[in-house]
């Protein structure tokens, strides 16, 4: 186990000594959880670099209530904690809800030529925090060669195809949702029915 002690302005406290918010807006899928389990036992200093945040004055967390459960999970004795004392209800929720949210978007190309470096490298895929299909889906892109032009009209770019159907109110809503997925990299196909 990693030794948490030296962190400036984090304490250290057994996982029993603090509570889960009662108003946590996340979930976790089993799948997920065992991810997340696998990845902090594997290098349980990432917890030192994001401790879990806890209010000083309600002991509860703020940030982190999946790592503590992981921490509980695997039989943690102590779990690098960051105090903060909130001004405001609205402090609070503001860090709650910003923690958790994700500012950027996955590059397809530059995330497939990572992940396939680091499987390359023999390194431990798992710890990337990927599903497997996640994974084969990356390491199919850079496979087929993201540089290389996209196929002619009529030709099927993929032999697989894996999709969604969203059901939109109008044209201009599924314009928008098209230029949003175009934006994220995604191939998108539209359909009137």
Not at 51 to 80: F, S, T, Y
């Amino acid at each position: 186990m990693t030794d948490f002690s030296d962190l400036p302005g984090v304490t250290l406290m057994h996982p029993s000594e603090i509570r889960e918010a009662e108003e946590n807006p996340r979930e976790i899928r089993p799948e997920r959880f065992e991810a997340l389990c696998y990845a902090l036992d594997a290098d349980p200093s990432m917890l030192a670099a994001r401790p879990i945040i806890v209010d000083a004055k309600r002991g509860d967390v703020v940030c982190g209530n999946m790592r503590l459960r992981a921490a509980r999970h695997l039989g943690w004795e102590q779990v690098p904690v960051f105090l903060h004392e909130f001004t405001s209800p609205a402090q609070r929720r503001e860090w709650m809800v910003r923690d958790n949210q994700e500012y950027g978007d996955w590059v397809p190309d530059e995330l497939s030529r990572l992940v396939s470096e680091h499987a390359d490298s023999g390194a431990d895929l798992q710890l990337l925090g990927f599903g497997e299909q996640e994974l084969a889906d990356l390491r199919r892109l850079t496979e087929r060669g993201i540089d290389q032009p996209e196929p002619d009209a009529g030709e099927d770019p993929m032999p697989e195809v894996w999709g969604i159907v969203i059901d939109c109110d109008n044209e201009d809503q599924q314009a928008e949702l098209l230029e949003e997925f175009a934006d994220r990299g995604l191939k998108t196909r539209a359909l009137m029915v």
